[in-house]
């Protein structure tokens, strides 16, 4: 990009959301969130956006007081790496994100279920031969088992689990690739599930063919928003409040119970794909009765008691 140009704020934003694309591998709803935010920026700011300064980040902070602190946070850390590729590209003399502080979170804890609750879902979706039933505990198995996020799994192609492997690979943020494990149960359910799929398969839909949840959808594999509505469903069958179930309460239920089964928080890391350990944590705040019997279990003054 030429720095002597002037291009225009919408140009400045579709030029870094191309770099963001091209050379982080952003995913779609990334971008657009991206994209919302930095028009919300440009259109309280009204000035030319290379013109922008500290105060102009502050101010749009404070009008933005009625978020949550998580909500500022995400808005700021588009502002940093958008003025930090007009920096870079030489289009900004300097970066007016720095020294704005972002505000300060709290991180709620995760919601999950019991293991008693993930055993009346999984006891629930085994019922029944059709092939509805046998891709509902697919679902269930897959989520669970191999604590994927519903995008992951929604988009799941069907050559990922051919020859019924013990692991399969995962695309998940930003492009990045991972093995995800899959237990006896979780490749008993697939098998299970591959031998009605083309119950599902609609005609004349190439692009379904290469979905192992293949659907009539656009997408050409069931929706995140239909999964969620199938694990609501089931909830409710099951007895539980469909409002505290949906796919990442089951990725969450799946890193608090490893945690308390006594795995360790790299392992727990590596398998859900956390690019950071801290966010990794804070399975251990939930998982406190496993501490406390770790602590007993360990420390010479509690084996003394």
């Known amino acids: 990009m030429n720095p002597r140009s ?37 259109r309280f700011a009204k000035i030319d956006l290379t013109l922008a300064t500290r105060q102009t980040v502050r101010d749009w902070l404070a009008n933005l007081g009625g978020l949550e602190a998580s909500s500022q946070a995400r808005k700021l850390s ?12 030489e289009i900004c003399k300097d970066n007016p994100t720095d020294a704005v502080d972002a505000p300060r979170r709290v991180r709620p804890l995760p919601k ?16 029944g031969e059709t092939p509805e039933a046998r891709r509902l505990l697919c679902i269930i198995e897959m989520l669970y088992a191999a604590g994927l996020r519903v995008s992951e799994l929604a988009g799941l192609p069907l050559a990922a689990v051919r020859g019924n492997p013990g692991f399969i690979l995962v695309r998940g943020k930003g492009g990045k690739e991972r093995l995800a494990p899959l237990g006896a149960s979780a490749r008993d359910a697939i098998t299970a599930y591959l031998g009605v799929r083309e119950e599902f398969l609609p005609k004349q839909h190439k692009k379904a063919a290469q979905y192992l949840f293949c659907s009539r959808a656009a997408e050409g594999f069931l ?80 084996r003394k008691r």
């Open 6 to 42: 002037k291009p225009s704020t919408p140009a400045l934003i579709e030029a870094f959301l191309e770099m963001m694309s091209a050379e982080r591998g952003a995913g779609a709803n990334t971008l657009a969130a991206y994209r919302r935010d930095l028009m919300d920026f440009a």
């Open 112 to 127: 999950i279920i019991s293991t008693d609750d993930m055993d009346a879902m999984l006891r629930v979706a085994g019922e």
């Open 223 to 302: 929706t995140r928003q239909r999964l969620h509505q199938l694990l609501k469903a089931l909830a409710l069958k099951a007895g539980l409040d469909p409002a505290k179930v949906s796919p990442h309460v089951l990725r969450h239920a799946f890193a608090t119970h490893l945690v308390e089964g006594g795995a360790d928080l790299r392992s727990v890391q590596t398998l859900l794909g956390h690019a950071d350990i801290a966010t990794t944590e804070i399975y251990t705040h939930v998982a406190k009765g496993h501490l406390k019997r770790v602590m007993n279990k360990a420390h010479p003054l509690a």
């Open 78 to 89: 588009a502002l940093r790496q958008f003025y930090g590729f007009l920096y870079g590209e």
